[in-house]
């Protein structure tokens, strides 16, 4: 079934750890983002793709990189994650197809927790 | 700057009830809007869109433009209505496609 999918859906670990927040689409979307939203807040940009091999930094800074090796995939890693790195991590896919007015698809995303 | 502004945190009705979530835009040109909608153990999903001026599950949602606002409206609402409402911006002229979001307002109907 095409979705979006990201894993894990909870985490919690330890302060100084490397994590990678895996998501997958299997709907040929071009187009792929991050969100961050702390609990009670909006949600804010910090990463997007176009395309293979195209990836830019969102409206929020985050110690956070990605990349897109390939179409359906669009992991994020924090080399050393941090107790301010806590948040939900929300990824979503766009219709290449579409224009500005095409939906976001959303995974479950990915609760984070750095102690 | 583009902003999306939702005043209220917390909704509170009760069952039938009209509803209206309010939604307030900072956007220099003309913007495309969303309401997105969070159910509980749910993911984030679309709710409406400007464009499409369609009513879902009930809703509508017009664009003010005068008043910079796209207020969501439903006329008797349901226990099924409560949920996380986020309303979303996105500006015409960024082919980035991304949204910008409001803070959410938290709707919860009661029996």
């Known amino acids: 079934e095409a979705d979006i999918y990201q894993t894990p859906r909870y985490l919690v670990i330890g302060t100084g750890k490397k994590i990678t927040l895996e998501c997958s689409q299997t709907?040929?979307?071009?187009?792929m983002y991050w969100y961050q939203q702390d609990p009670g807040m909006e949600l804010h940009l910090i990463h997007y793709?176009?395309?293979?091999?195209?990836?830019e930094k969102g409206d929020l800074s985050s110690e956070s990189t990605v990349s897109r090796i390939r179409t359906e995939h669009f992991p994020l890693t924090l080399e050393s994650a941090r107790p301010s790195h806590t948040s939900q991590y929300l990824c979503?896919?766009?219709?290449?197809?579409?224009?500005?007015?095409?939906?976001?698809?959303f995974g479950n995303g990915t609760r984070l927790t750095v102690t | 700057a583009q902003r999306v502004t939702q005043p209220e945190k917390l909704l509170s009705v009760f069952k039938g009830a009209p509803v209206e979530l309010k939604c307030n835009y900072s956007?220099?040109?003309?913007?495309?809007l969303f309401w997105y909608v969070q159910y509980s153990r749910q993911r984030l999903q679309l709710l409406l869109r400007?464009?499409s001026r369609e009513s879902i599950k009930g809703f509508t949602a017009d664009l003010n433009k005068g008043e910079t606002s796209f207020h969501l409206k439903k006329p008797f609402a349901q226990e099924e209505d409560s949920a996380m409402y986020y309303c979303?911006?996105?500006?015409?002229?960024?082919?980035?496609?991304?949204?910008?979001f409001g803070q959410g307002t938290t709707l919860q109907v009661k029996p």
């Open positions: 793709s176009y395309g293979v091999n195209s990836t």
């Open positions: 709907m040929g979307h071009d187009k």
């Open positions: 979303a911006l996105s500006p015409r002229t960024s082919n980035t496609g991304k949204l910008i």
């Open positions: 979503a896919s766009r219709n290449p197809r579409s224009s500005y007015n095409s939906p976001l698809h």
């Open positions: 956007y220099s040109g003309s913007p495309e």
């Open positions: 400007h464009i």
